[in-house]
C-alpha cells in the first residue's frame, strides 16, 4: 500500500475530519522546517508527508480512491493488477482520477491563514514550489504556544495575524514640542473597493502634538496599513524626533541656554536676556561671580510636563566664559593689586 497516511497522522482509518485537523496541526507545528533549525532537512521531509497525508485524507475523493487503491494507485505510478479504469500508460489514478499534490506551504497557508508564524513580514505566500522557502523566524518558541492555545486544541482553523507594525520618525522642532501643535499627513495604502478590486486609498491623517511630549513618543493609527488577503491591516505608528536647536538643548523637562560671557563680566556682573520658545523675553541679572561651572536656574520656564499641563521644568542657564588671550604688563599689574586688596 506504500505510504500509511493514517499511521503517518496518528488517526485511526475511521478517522472524522476534526480528528484530521487537531492532528495536521498539532504536527504542523512540531515538525515545521522553521521549528526545527538543527534537523531543517529531516523537517522539510517529515513536514511535506506530514501535509500530503493530510492533503489526501481531508479530501473525500482523494481519500476514497487512497483507501480503494493505495498510494500507487492515488498516484497512478503503479497500476494494481484488476483495477479498473487504469491502463499501464497511463499517470491517471483510479477511474482516471488525476492526483495534483499541493505543496505544503500552501496547505499550510491555506489551514493557518499564512505561510509561516515564525518568520516573513507580511509574506503571505511563502514557496509555492513546495520547497523550503521558509523564512527565518522573528520569534522565539513562545510564539508555537500562542498559535496552539489562541483557538483551542480542536479548532478548525487560526484567526488571521495581524501585519507587522510600520513605523515611521515625525520630526517636530523644539517649538511644536514646546506649545503643542498639529501636523497632517498624507498616506497612500493599498485596499479593496465594494466589488473587492485591489486599489489604492489615499488618507489625510490628523496627529495631535500634545505640549511637552519627549523624542521616542509613539502615535498609533490602528489598521491604516496594507489590505492584503488573510492578514489584518498593519498599525501605522509615527515616533516623534526631536529636532536639533541652535539655542536650547533639553535635559527631560528642563530647557539648557548656554551664554558666552567675559572674564570681565563674569568677575563684575551680567545681565543674562532669553527669549523663550514662545517668544517672550527673560531678563535675569546675576550680581555674584559666575564661575565656569556656575549654573543660573529660572523655575517654571523649562518644557511642559504633559501629564501635569499646568507645571514646566525649569530653565538653566550655563555659562561659557571666554578668558583673554594676552594681557599687557601694565594690566597684569592692575589685576593683582585688585584681587589681593
Known amino acids: 500500500m506504500g505510504v500509511d497516511y493514517y499511521k503517518i497522522l496518528q488517526v485511526d482509518r475511521s478517522a472524522k475530519d476534526d480528528d484530521l485537523k487537531k492532528a495536521y496541526r498539532k504536527l504542523a507545528m512540531k515538525w515545521h522546517p522553521d521549528k526545527n533549525p538543527n534537523n531543517k532537512k529531516d ?26 487503491y493505495g498510494e500507487e494507485g492515488l498516484k497512478g505510478q503503479v497500476p494494481p493488477p484488476g483495477a479498473g479504469g487504469f491502463s499501464s ?21 491555506e489551514f493557518f491563514g499564512f505561510a509561516s508564524p515564525f518568520g516573513g513580514m507580511g509574506d503571505m505566500g511563502g514557496a509555492r514550489g513546495g520547497g523550503p522557502g521558509f523564512q527565518r523566524s522573528m520569534f522565539g518558541d513562545d510564539i508555537f504556544a ?23 520618525t515625525l520630526p517636530c522642532s523644539l517649538e511644536d514640542l514646546y506649545k503643542g ?5 498624507k498616506i497612500s495604502r493599498d485596499a479593496t473597493d465594494a466589488a473587492g478590486r485591489p486599489t489604492t486609498m489615499e488618507e489625510i491623517l490628523t496627529i495631535e502634538i500634545k505640549p511637552g511630549w519627549k523624542k521616542g513618543t509613539k502615535i498609533t493609527f490602528p489598521e ?96 561659557n566664559i571666554k578668558f583673554p588671550t594676552r594681557l599687557t604688563a601694565e594690566q597684569k599689574t592692575g589685576i593683582k593689586r585688585l584681587l589681593t586688596s
Open 43 to 68: 523537517a522539510e521531509a517529515k513536514f511535506k508527508t506530514i501535509s500530503e497525508a493530510y492533503d489526501v485524507l481531508s479530501d473525500p475523493q482523494k481519500r476514497a480512491v487512497y483507501d480503494q
Open 89 to 109: 500508460a497511463s499517470s491517471d489514478g483510479a477511474n482516471g482520477y488525476r492526483f495534483n499534490p499541493r505543496s505544503a506551504d500552501d496547505i499550510f497557508s
Open 146 to 168: 500562542s498559535f496552539r492555545n489562541s483557538a483551542g486544541e480542536g479548532s478548525a482553523s487560526m484567526p488571521p495575524r495581524k501585519g507587522v507594525a510600520i513605523e515611521r
Open 181 to 185: 501643535t498639529t501636523k497632517k499627513m
Open 224 to 319: 491604516k496599513g496594507n489590505e492584503q488577503r488573510g492578514v489584518i491591516p498593519s498599525d501605522l505608528v509615527f515616533i516623534i524626533d526631536e529636532k536639533p536647536h541652535n539655542v536650547f538643548k533639553r535635559d527631560g523637562n528642563d530647557l539648557i541656554v548656554t551664554q558666552k560671557i567675559s572674564l570681565a563680566e563674569a568677575l563684575t556682573g551680567y545681565t543674562a536676556q532669553v527669549t523663550t520658545l514662545d517668544g517672550r523675553i527673560l531678563t535675569t541679572p546675576i550680581s555674584s561671580v559666575i564661575s565656569p561651572t556656575h549654573e543660573e536656574v529660572i523655575k517654571g520656564e523649562g518644557m511642559p510636563i504633559p501629564k501635569e499641563p499646568t507645571r514646566k521644568g525649569n530653565m538653566r542657564i550655563k555659562f
